[in-house]
């Protein structure tokens, strides 16, 4: 009878012990739980993050650089390319007129690439430091290199992603492909001629001679440069072009824009 008896306490023993777990078994799923709610939690307001850097940055940026093209009238010169038979103006291959260089925050000219099909007007701002300059308003003008249609090397600076990226298809760019850059009076319609991929420290590239520093310039020169690759700034994505020709902004549009409408 005894053991019978011992037999069957046993298993309700067991019993009790299922009913009321181990004190450490219970901390241990607290933890657990504790952790996995601030995975998710870190893992939500990174997709909210994501969201504000890939795509709302873009939306205000964008509205704040169409802003500046509205209240400036940049787009005003592009007005006749709506019109049944717009004006076309003659190219001009003797020096062209060049504006001084402006103070640091001066929007002084636009441009448009017509590979860039669907893209807007970006406008040109004096400097290109990021909080002032590149995240509001687009394109930068490296300080001290030549203004559009001078001698040496005209030099600008955008975003590839992020606050409009205005530079994001520049690897689209061929040889020979016209970059149209216009200031109040001017039309400068300059050619790619070349692109490459540097490191952030070769700034060699906005050189008043692309590439050669020291050397004098006797050609007009554009640089774009922007990150590289997509989403890092490891390195840098550059393209140079040459002036082909200059026009007077009251003579009409270049044809390059014309075919692109």
Avoid at 79 to 108: C, G, H, K, N
Avoid at 172 to 179: I, N, R, W, Y
Avoid at 197 to 204: A, D, T
Avoid at 253 to 259: F, I, K, N, Q, S
Wanted: negative net charge; contains cysteine.
């Amino acid at each position: 009878m005894t053991g019978t008896g011992q037999a069957v306490d046993a298993p309700r023993g067991r019993d009790r012990g299922t009913r009321a777990p181990r004190r450490g078994g219970g901390v241990l799923l607290g933890a657990v739980g504790v952790l996995g709610e601030l995975l998710i939690t870190a893992g939500v307001l990174l997709l909210a993050f994501l969201a504000w850097q890939l795509w709302w940055t873009d939306v205000v940026a964008d509205r704040a650089q169409a802003e500046v093209v509205r209240e400036q009238g940049w787009d005003a010169p592009l007005a006749s390319l709506t019109e049944p038979a717009p004006a076309v103006v003659t190219p001009r291959y003797d020096d062209p007129p060049v504006l001084e260089e402006p103070p640091y925050l001066t929007t002084f000219a636009s441009m448009r690439v017509p590979r860039w099909d669907g893209e807007p007007t970006r406008t040109i701002t004096q400097g290109t430091d990021r909080p002032r300059v590149l995240n509001p308003l687009g394109v930068g003008h490296y300080e001290g290199t030549a203004m559009p249609g001078g001698v040496g090397n005209f030099a600008l600076a955008a975003h590839r992603t992020t606050y409009g990226k205005p530079f994001n298809r520049i690897e689209e760019l061929q040889e020979g492909d016209p970059v149209v850059v216009w200031t109040e009076d001017t039309w400068y319609v300059y050619r790619v001629t070349s692109s490459q991929v540097v490191l952030p420290h070769q700034v060699e590239v906005i050189a008043p001679v692309p590439g050669e520093p020291g050397a004098e310039p006797t050609e007009r020169f554009i640089t774009l440069t922007t990150c590289h690759p997509m989403f890092s700034a490891r390195e840098r994505f550059i393209v140079h072009g040459v002036l082909d020709y200059w026009a007077p902004v009251s003579e009409g549009v270049p044809a390059e824009l014309l075919e692109a409408s």
